[in-house]
């Protein structure tokens, strides 16, 4: 059974940091891009970081380059997003996506809203 388990989300103030998780089962995990999407309410669902399977290329979204990183543990099936200074239009729900050719996965989401 494929699951995606998103943790970390939460309330922060702006120019707070705040670190996502997401854990992988029932796939092979190292074989698989990582990226993680948000929505915010009233908008489309929108790509923020992408991962290569190897964990060496990575692609951000404009609005978050500077202040997010992703990174991977493939050896604990965990995708991670580091989120450095955040700023109230970073509210969203965070969704982690798997994918390798047809497949694709997707987690339930973690809530992330900053106040100013």
């Known amino acids: 059974q494929v699951q995606l388990v998103e943790s970390g989300g939460g309330l922060v103030q702006s120019g707070g940091s705040l670190r996502l998780s997401c854990a992988a089962s029932g796939f092979i995990f190292s074989s698989y891009v990582m990226s993680w999407h948000r929505q915010a309410p009233g908008k489309e669902r929108e790509l923020v970081a992408v991962i290569s399977n190897t964990g060496d290329s990575t692609t951000f979204a404009d609005s978050v380059k500077g202040r997010f990183t992703i990174s991977r543990d493939n050896v604990k099936r965990t995708v991670y997003l580091q989120m450095n200074s955040l700023k109230p239009e970073d509210t969203a729900v965070y969704y982690c996506?798997?994918?390798?050719?047809?497949?694709?996965?997707w987690g339930q989401g973690t809530q992330v809203t900053v106040s100013s």
């Open positions: 996506n798997a994918r390798w050719g047809s497949a694709n996965f």
